[in-house]
């Protein structure tokens, strides 16, 4: 698994390398482009938003009811804080309610606080009132951590029964998602996998090299991330074992490298087996506009791979074919057009041995998107409006020589409002009243089911929160003062009944324990009709 882990990277990260002030050397272009190559993926996370740091905060509540059987209710106001790393949650005031044939409860806190911090988590509940749910006994334990950071961190976790091999994984596992971009192009400009064996010279504005593999760059490159990710070098038996694997590696070919601009270069190398005997070319050629990718059989009987990224504005392609001995076996197509930052349509064509799937979604200047799915069991198509940022219209079907579903959404007050159905074959097996509520700020749904045929009595859900977003400048801190997580449950397992137990003894139920499963199932035998 490790080695799996390592070798992986490893193949990741040198071909980062590849695609992208005059150099004098091979040594210098590869620096160079390694360098524009990490930048550009820094600059691409910057545009996502992906480790942005972003705070929402809100209110969430949800509730259901079930006629005589269930109700029940959620409250919390929330607060999230994310760095793209690190990450917080804090809820206020959060209430649970419930009420049923045998009795009802509460659990509520004024205050419940999560934090995810270097792949540690922290845990922090105030005053929890508990209702109905628990034992004075364990009350009484969770009254006894009211207030105190409870911890659970990686430590924690390495000192469970773990073999030995379980810890190093989670140790790599934790310091891998520790790892930024700077700390990748440290290693490759320190192990660079290629090295030149013949300047070619120019073709043009090309700079051409024969390259082959550094077997010991890449022994060094992966003893350097094993140091880093398990925090211990690689066992004798371990480094001879991958001096081994990596000897029997035979990869060689050309590299060119555009004098001016780092967006463009080709690689084509050979991969060889033990005897020298060619079992696959690999190709990669980039340019500013596309990035072309080839793997192939030189004896031409066996897979062939082929594939183009066509990077435009607005539009960037992506067209992947798969053949095997000169047929077609698969193919996939597609394409993002995008209005500055927002969609403007999506595309995308899957095949294989003639069985086809496609999507594609629209969204138009006015507001209005379109879409649909198809697939060999059957088709899912939808459509509706979008004005001032909120939900004005949806409408889905699905059909299938198994059934259909449809949902038609039409405004109604704040929200769209409308039926759905749900048939198989002929009958219809489900009918519900929708409303939805779909804004960038809020979001809402009701669902009411009638009990059964003609039936004004109502099974009836709601799900909801608001959400207000900002940016913020600071770090997601973890807590200074912290007790281990480990120790609030100990104490909950020397109060906790080996068997579950009822709070509410069935002598003060109005109803024996058969008389009680026959009512449920009276009550919810007109549904299931």
Known sequence: MKKLLILSLVLVMSSCSLFNKKPQSFEDYYA????????????????????QSVQSRGVFDALVSIPVLLSGSIRTDYRVESTGRNASLELQNPTLQYEWLAGSGMLALDRLGLISHDGDLYLEYKNLRDIGFSTEEIR???????????????????NEVMTAEEKRALEMADNLQKMDMDKIKKYLLTYPIWKSTEDLGMSGALQMYRVELDREKVVGLIQAINQDLSGAPLTESELASLQSD????????????????????????????????????????????????ALSDPSGDSVVVRGTLTRGTPKTELNITLTQSGTEMGKLAGYI?????????????????????????????????????????????????????????????????????????????TMVAGPLSVMIDTEEILRANIGLLARDDAFRLVVDIPQGTGSTEMIHGELGWTMDRASFAWDVEAPTSTTPLQELLTE??????????????????????????????????????
């Open 32 to 51: 160079r482009n390694v360098t524009a190559t990490i930048d550009s993926l820094d600059r691409t996370i910057d545009a996502l938003g992906l480790l």
């Open 140 to 158: 009484a334990v969770f009254g006894k951590f009211d207030g105190k950071w409870l911890s659970w961190t990686q430590a924690d976790a390495r």
């Open 337 to 413: 057009d995008m209005n500055g930052r927002k969609l403007r349509e999506l595309s995308l064509d899957i095949t294989a041995q003639g069985i086809t799937a496609t999507l594609k979604h629209t969204q138009k200047d006015d507001g209005a998107f379109d879409g649909r799915l198809l697939l060999p069991v059957g088709s899912l198509s939808w459509e509706g409006a979008i004005e001032n940022k909120a939900l004005t219209a949806l409408k889905i079907q699905w059909a299938s020589p198994m059934g259909n579903m449809n949902m038609n959404l039409v405004s109604s007050g």
């Open 246 to 293: 990596i000897a029997k590696i035979q990869l060689s070919g050309t590299m060119w490298f555009h004098t001016d601009n780092t967006d463009e270069s080709l690689l084509d190398l050979s991969l060889r087996d033990e005897s020298g005997t060619a079992v696959a070319n690999i190709v990669i050629n980039s340019t500013p506009t596309n990035i072309l990718f």
């Open 492 to 529: 909950l397992e020397k109060v906790t009944p080996e068997e579950f137990e009822d709070d509410v003894p069935m002598d003060d139920v109005p109803f024996t324990e058969d008389e009680l499963m026959m009512n449920e199932l009276d009550t919810l035998e007109p549904q299931l009709q």
